[in-house]
């Protein structure tokens, strides 16, 4: 048993489209717990720091007027093994090449608006939950 907390985003699109329910609902059937939840907009001093290692890639610029565009949904999610486990139900970033049963592969056409952000490893969730919520 590896007790694990991640932080995950239910990305502007996602709420736009009224998916934050579908996107929870996948969270809490697998069995993992919301330790905390808020409705957020991110901007763009908040984008530069979450997404640092993505800066001057040539689709920062693009990504961060996307996830500036409206409210998210941040959340930190815990359980057993929750880091990889819930990239998997994520699936894989570009939502045409995502496997159909994914978050991403179920409702996302697009390599940008692929409605989850999830933490990829022990140090990234410990970073971003400290960005998000403070300690
Ligand atoms: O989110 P994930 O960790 O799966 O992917 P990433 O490679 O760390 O990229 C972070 C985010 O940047 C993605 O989730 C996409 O929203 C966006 N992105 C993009 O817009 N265009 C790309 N070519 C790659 C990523
Ligand atoms: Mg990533």
Not at 4 to 24: F, H, N, S, W, Y
Not at 122 to 131: G, P
Request: overall charge negative; aromatic content about 6%.
């Amino acid at each position: 048993m590896a007790e694990q907390r991640t932080l995950v985003l239910i990305k502007p699109d996602a709420v736009e489209r009224g998916l934050i329910g579908e996107v929870l609902a996948r969270l809490e059937r697998k069995g993992l717990r919301v330790e905390r939840m808020e409705l957020r907009t991110m901007d763009t001093e908040l984008s530069d720091a979450h997404y640092a290692e993505h800066v001057g890639r040539p689709y920062y610029e693009e990504l961060k007027g996307f996830m500036t565009s409206g409210p998210l949904v941040a959340l930190i999610a815990a359980g057993d093994e929750a880091i990889p486990v819930v990239r998997a139900l994520a699936g894989a970033t570009d939502g045409r090449k995502a496997e159909a049963g994914t978050i991403r592969g179920d409702f996302s056409l697009s390599h940008q608006r692929n409605l989850i952000h999830a933490s990829d490893s022990e140090d990234s969730a410990k970073r971003e939950i400290d960005l998000w919520f403070g300690a």
